[in-house]
T-cell receptor
Framework: GQNIDQPTEMTATEGAIVQINCTYQ??????LFWYQQHAGEAPTFLSY??LDGLEEKGRFSSFLSRSKGYSYLLLKELQMKDSASYLC??????????WGAGTKLIIKP | GAVVSQHPSWVICKSGTSVKIECRSL??????MFWYRQFPKQSLMLMAT?????????EQGVEKDKFLINHASLTLSTLTVTSAHPEDSSFYIC????????????FGPGTRLTVT
């Protein structure tokens, strides 16, 4: 079966750095997405990785290792507004998005 | 660019009635649209995938006669919840995908449905 694992909840301090991990086992791989979702709102796109390595975009970076079936989202200089759920999703061989359950990130002052 | 709108943003209806939710891609042609539902504190659950001009593909366990999906044009898809029951109360989100290489999905703002 297809499976995406990410921690249910994480807590971090304002101004700090946090890494949210995602491991996956899917039928085929055509890329991995990270989305941010605030409570009561729709997800918004953060990043897309299809090749191994680190993609940096401002305070957010995303890493992919296809051989390990592993990705992480790194958030630097945390702000209170970063409190949200972070969803990892993999595009499988049929170009369908397989979603993880999401990681709720709580930022404390 | 890549804006998706959804209407209405919230709706309250009585049990047994039907509700239609519209999803529009405003500045691109959406070859594929997706409908999700999300219960509180849970992740997205894909209900169905629709391609313009063809019948929607429903996920296992989703009743196609209850959740009617129409994708009549490259910019509009509708989801009709027929004979709604309180257990259908949920957050319904549509997303649209164009022909870009990344297969990124652009999400609408969601519709909160409450059935009383």
């Amino acid at each position: 079966g297809q499976n995406i694992d990410q921690p249910t909840e994480m807590t971090a301090t304002e101004g700090a750095i946090v890494q949210i991990n995602c491991t996956y086992q899917t039928s085929g791989f055509n890329g991995l997405f990270w989305y941010q979702q605030h409570a009561g709102e729709a997800p918004t796109f953060l990043s897309y990785n299809v090749l191994d390595g680190l993609e940096e975009k401002g305070r957010f970076s995303s890493f992919l290792s296809r051989s390990k079936g592993y990705s992480y989202l790194l958030l630097k200089e945390l702000q209170m507004k970063d409190s949200a759920s972070y969803l990892c999703a993999v595009l499988d061989s049929n170009y369908q998005l397989i979603w993880g359950a999401g990681t709720k990130l709580i930022i404390k002052p | 660019g890549a804006v998706v709108s959804q209407h209405p943003s919230w709706v309250i209806c009585k049990s047994g009635t039907s509700v239609k939710i519209e999803c529009r891609s405003l500045d691109f042609q959406a070859t594929t649209m997706f409908w999700y539902r999300q219960f509180p504190k849970q992740s997205l659950m894909l209900m169905a995938t629709s391609n313009e001009g063809s019948k929607a593909t429903y996920e296992q366990g989703v009743e196609k006669d209850k959740f009617l999906i129409n994708h009549a044009s490259l910019t509009l898809s509708t989801l009709t919840v027929t004979s709604a029951h309180p257990e259908d109360s949920s957050f319904y989100i549509c997303s649209a995908r164009g022909l870009q290489e990344s297969y990124e999905q652009y999400f609408g703002p969601g519709t909160r449905l409450t059935v009383t």
